[in-house]
């Protein structure tokens, strides 16, 4: 990891997670050249002194932009959205929903997504109790994303990064051991967002990654 002086320059640090994806998706729909620096969380890379250094909190996404690093895909969201003035509604009422939408996946669904998929695939001992804790959290929230998208085509009215977000852990759903069988308009929704160009580039690009 080399350190940044180039004041415009705009550093990923990623790999081909549900947290990951969110910003590759933002900067392809942006239209940003990037660097994308690959941080193998597989072999721990995300605890090396040096990436501590950049984000103690030892987790990808980090974004280098500048000369500020930015932690938290929800805050690098935020940022890029504001930076760029789109993705993010304007309109009082709708821009309220995106924040309430951006919440909702950083303290439910992706939450419930990862210690569903932690329970029941990686702990060392099956605990019924928190498998059917997260499983059932899991399948709620994706039940309070149908709801809504039943009323709205997009989750804060147009298509922004409240969308964006909640798609990273539906798109690693495999994980979590939930599928999006009798949400239709989950579905639907998901199946919009896969075929963008920007969001099978990101998705290529996050693979790539792993490879
Ligand atoms: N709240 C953080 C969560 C980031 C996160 O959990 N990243 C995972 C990959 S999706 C990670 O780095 N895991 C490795 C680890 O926890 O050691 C965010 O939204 O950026």
């Known amino acids: 990891m080399k350190p940044q002086n180039d004041q415009s320059s705009i550093e990923l640090f990623s790999y081909s997670t549900p947290n990951s994806i969110k910003p590759m998706i933002l900067l392809e729909e942006l239209g940003l050249a990037y660097t994308l620096t690959g941080v193998n969380i597989k072999k ?78 990686m702990a060392p001992e099956k605990l019924p109790i928190a498998i059917d804790r997260f499983d059932a959290e899991a399948k709620r929230t994706l039940r309070v994303l149908d709801q809504q998208l039943a009323k709205r085509e997009f989750l804060a009215g147009e298509y922004s990064i409240a969308d964006m977000v909640n798609f990273g852990w539906i798109w690693r759903r495999e994980f979590a051991e939930v599928t999006l069988d009798d949400l239709p308009n989950v579905q639907c929704w998901y199946d919009w967002m896969g075929q963008r160009p920007a969001v099978k580039i990101a998705i290529e690009r996050a693979m790539a990654l792993a490879s």
């Open 44 to 121: 721990g890379e995300q605890k090396t002194a040096e990436f501590l250094a950049l984000n103690p909190n030892g987790k990808v996404p980090v974004l280098r932009a500048g000369g500020q690093v930015i932690t938290e895909s929800a805050a690098i969201m935020v940022f890029l959205a504001e930076k760029y003035q789109r993705f993010i509604p304007t309109a009082p009422a709708d821009r309220v929903q995106m924040f309430e939408w951006l919440f909702f996946h950083a303290s439910a669904l992706g939450p419930s997504f990862g210690q569903a998929g932690f329970f029941k695939k």
